[in-house]
């Protein structure tokens, strides 16, 4: 299976309990190709842990050694194309951009691979979302 990764799948990962990460984190890192939105996924995860640290939610350390795995992991960066920007001002009454932008990628990427292709994400108003024409498998920490 070919996975495009929100920003929110990528949290939970880093959040998870370091000594018993769940079944769930490693059906995902093994043996799929894993893709994200170049640029921006990144920043995304950042910006989401930068704040639960500054709310006293997460630990710091913890937090900047999970950006540095993310770094290691090995994906796909994807850039957006045209094509995506066009899908994603379509979903403007939908969806955010960012999130719109991980749709846009996924529905590229299950026509390039001939339907073989899904979302991961732990966000449930996204997975729900009307905006939505490609598989989406919904993950959180209790999966």
């Known amino acids: 299976m070919h996975a495009v990764i929100d920003a929110s799948m990528l949290v939970e990962i ?3 309990d370091d000594d018993r990460p769940g079944r769930w984190v490693r059906d995902i890192l093994e043996g799929d190709d894993l893709y994200w939105v170049d640029g921006l996924t990144m920043l995304e995860a950042a910006s989401a842990l930068r704040r639960m640290v500054l709310r006293d939610q997460f ?3 913890r937090a900047g050694r999970g950006l540095r795995w993310l770094g290691s992991v090995v994906v796909k960066h994807q850039p957006l194309g045209q094509q995506e920007i066009t899908r994603v001002w379509e979903m403007r009454d939908t969806v955010t951009p960012y999130d719109a932008a991980y749709l846009a990628l996924t ?3 299950q026509a390039d691979t001939g339907g073989r292709a899904a979302l991961l994400t732990a966000d449930q108003k996204l997975a729900r979302s009307p905006a939505v024409r490609c598989p989406v498998q919904l ?4 999966s």
């Open 59 to 61: 630990d710091a350390d």
């Open 14 to 16: 880093i959040v998870a």
């Open 107 to 109: 529905e590229r990427v």
């Open 139 to 142: 993950y959180t920490s209790r």
